[in-house]
Every structure is written in C-alpha cells, then in structure tokens.
C-alpha cells in the first residue's frame, strides 16, 4: 500500500508538466479563435445576470438592490459545476484515440478539465467583484470564509467528475441523464430566488441533500459579511468526502478496462 | 530480476470482450439485462507469452496481421494492462508506436512539441533544452508556428518522432517506424534508430519486412494467434516463418 502511494506520488511529480500543458491547452484553444477571447468568460455572466435581473427583478418584483450580486453568484459556481461535471464525464471519450495509444495516467484527463474550467470559474469571478463594488457590497472580515466554498466546490465537482467519467465510458447515454439531473440541481439551488420561499412552502428539505446549494449558501455568506451556516458546512464536506472517495474508487478500479470499452 | 536482464514478460495473457451485440448506453444494458442477452464472446488476443530480454539484446517480432504483434507492444508499452501475467522492464522506455498521438491539430507546431513532451513524460526544462535540436530533426522551421491540421502526414509523423527520439532510452520500442516520411528523412531516421541501438538500448523491432529484421536483430519470436510459436536466433524463427506463410 505504501509503496503504491509512493509510486502514484512519484508519477504524479512525472506528469505534472502534462497536468499544467492539458489545462494550458483547454483555455488556449477555447478562446483561440474568438475576437473577444478571454473576454467572453466575463461578458457570458454579466449578459445572464442582467436577463435574470429584469426576468425575475423586473417581471417578478423580486429583490432589493444586491439581487444582481445575488443571482450572479449563484450562478456562477453553477455553470462552473455544470462545466466541469460535464467536462470530466467527456473527457474520457474525447483523449480515447491518445489513451489507447501512449500511456498517461487515466485520470489525467478528468483532472485536467476540472481544473481547465476551475480557471475559467476563477477569472469570471472578477465580474462579481466588479458588480459588488458597483452596488456597494462592504466587504467584511467574513470575506476571508470564502476560501472554504471555494475549496470544497472543487472537490465536489472533482469527486462527482470522477464517477461520471467512469460510468460515462460504459454508459454512453449518461450525458443525457446528467444533463436532466443538472437542471434538477439548478433548480433546487436558489440561483434566482430566496430560498426562503420554498422553505415556507415546507419543502425546505431539498437545500439539506444538495451540496451545490451548501457551497452558494457559504460563499454568498462570506460576501454578503455572515457568519458560515454550519450545517451547510458540514453537508458539503460531507459531500465532498463521500464523492471523492467513491470517485476516485471507481475510477481506479474500472482504469484498466476503459480502453477495451472506449 | 536481476541486473542484466531489460525486459521480462511472464504468462502475458490479454483477453477481450466482444460484445455480439454492442452494448453502450444504459438503455441497452439495462434491456439486454432483463432479457438476459448481453453475451460476451471472448477473445485472447495474447495467450502464455513469455520471455526475457538482456540488456542490448534486439528482437525482432513477427507474425502475420491480427498475430498480436501490436497489443504485444502496447502491453509492454504501459499501454494496455495485461488480463493475466506480468511484464517488468528496466530504465526508461521510448515506445516509437503511433508517432504523434498526443497531438492536438489545433495546435501549432511548437505548442505540440512542449504537449507531446508532455504526454512522453519530458519535464518542460527538457523539452526546453531540446526544442532546437527537436526543430532542426524534423526540418520543419519554417512550419513550426502553423497549426499541425495544416501538416502533411509525414510531415507530422517526422515531428512526432524528432520529439519521441529525444530521449536515450534503454528499451526502445519500435512499431515499422523506420518507414517514417520521404527518403531523406527514411535515412535521418534510420541513422538515429541505429545510434540509439548502438549506445546499448534493448530493443523490440515489429516488422513485416524479414530483411530489416535479419538486419537489425539478434533474436526473434513469432506469433500466431496471439500465441509464440517459435522463438530463438532470427534464422531459425525465419524458416519457420516461412513455412506458416
């Protein structure tokens, strides 16, 4: 057992450049060929912000002045769950024709695409930031927990990559399925609503089973100067453990087969 | 294994799953589950190999097509993990098989170099240090900042192998690579296939050609239905050959 952990540790450090060069590739060519290039990742937010701000501020009489703070947070960590849950699931079919070639270490390939988006997510943040300020968001000594949701959503969406990447090589139709259950998770998220809305209605159960929603609910916490709520904490660790584990489980003991299956 | 020894294959068996019908999707598995139709045939591509291979000792592969020449070399390679059996090989490893796999046609030249550096296992200093020598090999300078979807098939196998020849291998794996672009680079290539034989490195050669293999190997072993039917000196494997044809 120890010597395999020193091994994986080992051809880890080997395959680092590889790591960085898939990343690096990812965000290269997403942009290679668009005019506004890196730009697009902050003006995509922005544009959905502003429709959700008129569709349900406007039309709905819902919020107050932060409400597009609100919705563009929410909806950030989303679509970057969203893409890289999907990423990861695809990764595996699309580098088939390298794995069934040279060696590389399988999980190279979901890693990279989280990461690769996880970038992505990270440069789109500077529109919150940007919005924040605009509308006055104080920020607080609470700002510093922002580390921790932003932590754990990468775990979250690694761990869950991981299993979709190993079912999804035996399972080709488990794109459609994890694109209804997406949906599902947004929806059950708060992105564009007060949770409390559905909280009244009695059905607040579903913030308690959705770590998405735990992760939005500490990082709006930590903008908007709260304290964590703890419970959310302790789903979202909890999560995170449970689909990192089982992911990364998975994915080792199925590796070996992806090919013959590819 | 012990110290002069470069390479030990044992009991290498590889089995495939032919599905007779293709299952892919979870509809289909769950369908062929109720009616209890997923049948698998299967199917073994390599069966009871086994053999050893001294440091500097150089053999040639033969066997007709479907043989399983290659799934032997991607088994060794790391590509491909045997269903049963072991392989251990000493030192480094430059699998010559399929060059430029790893790369991506959207990229150009050079963005190739350092991510196919990458996928070879080079650091990125290496690749640094060597990108020059990598440039001048494939002679393609003047290409270098285009996009490889706009390369020629040669013109990419001869980047594929500048990159993958970087390196001083100890077991050098070679897949009828010798054959790579037009007859200038045939003879660059060749010249620095045989610099890299004579520093020592063991090597596994798959070939249909019985004259490169006489020439270039010291042992031979041959292959039919994933099985070794003959292995000893190239002369012998070679009448045997001949008679299976």
């Known amino acids: 057992m120890k010597n395999e952990v020193v091994g994986f540790w080992k051809n880890f450090i080997k395959y680092q450049f590889l790591l960085r060069e898939l990343v690096k590739k990812g965000i290269v060519l997403k942009y290679r060929r668009s005019y506004l290039g890196l730009f697009w990742t902050l003006l995509e937010p922005l544009c959905t912000m502003i429709v959700l701000t008129i569709v349900f501020g406007g039309f709905f009489g819902q919020g107050d002045r932060l409400y597009p703070v609100y919705i563009l947070s929410g909806r950030l960590l989303y679509t970057f769950f969203n893409t890289a849950t999907k990423g990861c699931m695809r990764s595996m079919r699309k580098n088939a024709g390298m794995m069934k070639k040279v060696y590389v270490p399988k999980y190279m390939y979901p890693l990279s695409s989280v990461l690769f988006q996880y970038v992505i997510f990270l440069i789109s943040l500077s529109v919150l930031v940007l919005i924040g300020g605009i509308l006055g968001v104080r920020p607080s000594i609470y700002l510093m927990q922002i580390l921790i949701p932003l932590f754990l959503l990468l775990v979250l969406a690694f761990g869950t990559g991981m299993i979709l990447a190993t079912l999804a090589v035996f399972f080709r139709d488990l794109e459609y399925l994890w694109g209804i259950a997406l949906m599902l998770i947004m929806y059950t998220s708060a992105i564009f609503y007060q949770p409390e809305k559905v909280i009244n209605t009695g059905n607040g159960w579903v913030f308690k089973i959705n770590p998405l929603y735990a992760c939005i609910d500490m990082f709006r916490s930590a903008i908007f100067g709260e304290p964590l709520d703890l419970s959310m904490l302790k789903l979202a660790v909890i999560s995170c453990v449970l689909t990192v584990g089982v992911g990364i489980y998975l994915f080792y003991k199925k590796e070996d087969q992806f090919i013959l299956y590819l | ?245």
């Open chain 2, 1 to 245: 294994m012990e110290e002069h020894i470069a390479l030990e294959v044992k009991d290498v068996g590889m089995k495939f799953r032919l599905s007779t019908e293709k299952v892919d999707s979870l509809k289909d598995y769950v369908i062929g589950r109720l009616k209890k139709q997923i049948q698998f045939q299967e199917f073994w591509a390599l069966k009871d190999i086994s053999f050893q291979l001294e440091k500097g000792d150089r053999l040639g592969i033969l066997g007709l097509n479907g043989a399983g020449k290659s799934t032997l070399l991607k088994v060794i390679a790391g590509v491909l993990k045997p269903t049963e059996g072991t392989v251990h090989t000493r030192g480094k490893i430059a699998p010559l098989l399929e060059l430029g796999a790893g790369f991506d046609k959207q990229y150009t030249g050079t963005e190739n170099i350092y991510l196919y550096g990458a996928v070879l296992g080079y650091s990125k200093k290496f690749v640094q240090e060597r990108f020059d020598e990598i440039v001048d090999f494939s002679g393609l300078r003047s290409f270098i900042d285009i996009p490889v979807k706009n390369y020629s098939s040669g013109m990419r196998s001869r980047l594929g192998f500048a990159i993958a020849t970087q390196v001083d291998p100890d077991i050098l794996i070679l897949d009828e690579v010798l054959a790579v672009g037009d007859k200038d680079f045939h003879e660059k290539s060749e010249q620095k296939i045989l610099e890299m034989m004579d520093r020592g490195a063991t090597v596994l050669f798959v070939s249909h050609s019985m004259e490169q293999v006489e020439r270039i190997c010291n042992k031979a072993i041959l292959l039919e239905n994933g099985r070794i039917v003959a292995s000893g000196s190239v002369s012998e494997v070679q009448r045997v050959y001949q008679t299976r044809k």
